[in-house]
């Protein structure tokens, strides 16, 4: 059974979605991906409970590396994007080129923005971190605002659009 948690944070209220305390979505709920509660799922902010632990510390400024266990669905290719964002520090930005030569496929750019853009949990899997070969800021799926003070609160250098 699914289980879901809503999340207060400084940028909103985040959706929490998983089952047995594995994340397998984090979601913006102003977004343009609303998601709807199902009625077989479970309100259940207990199991979430180290999820929302470390988004708490993430915002106040004092976790720079998320350990939440994860279950991702996607395509192969969008496991190796995922799994690459994931190992941009913070406070540092990337480029969606760079990102598609460090998996091997160097004229994936646009490829990388697709994954980017279905990656089910922002922040956590740092999609935010992914800017424009010239450092300029990019889609992100809750906004060039709300990515904007991301990467503000992580303190990277940030162009704007």
């Known amino acids: 059974m699914k289980q879901y948690c809503y999340h207060d944070s400084p940028i909103g209220t985040l959706l929490l979605i998983g089952k047995n305390g594995v994340l397998e979505k984090l979601h ?3 977004s343009a991906r609303n998601i ?3 009625h077989n799922w479970q309100e259940d902010c207990k199991s979430f409970l180290p999820v929302t632990d470390q988004l708490t510390a993430y915002f106040a400024g004092s976790l720079q590396t998320f350990t939440v ?3 991702l669905e996607g395509t192969p290719f969008q496991q190796r994007v995922w799994k ?8 540092k930005t990337a480029s969606y080129g760079e990102i598609a030569r460090r998996i091997g496929n160097p004229k994936a750019c646009r490829a990388v923005g697709g994954a980017n853009n279905k990656n089910p949990i922002p922040i956590i899997i740092p999609c935010h971190r992914v800017i424009g070969h010239d450092g300029s800021m990019a889609g992100f ?11 503000q609160l992580e303190k990277a250098p940030v162009v704007s659009a």
């Open 69 to 71: 266990q994860m279950h």
């Open 84 to 91: 690459e964002l994931r190992k941009i520090p913070y406070g």
């Open 28 to 30: 913006f709920p102003r």
């Open 36 to 38: 709807t509660i199902e």
């Open 141 to 151: 799926g809750g906004g060039l605002d709300l990515k904007k003070t991301l990467l």
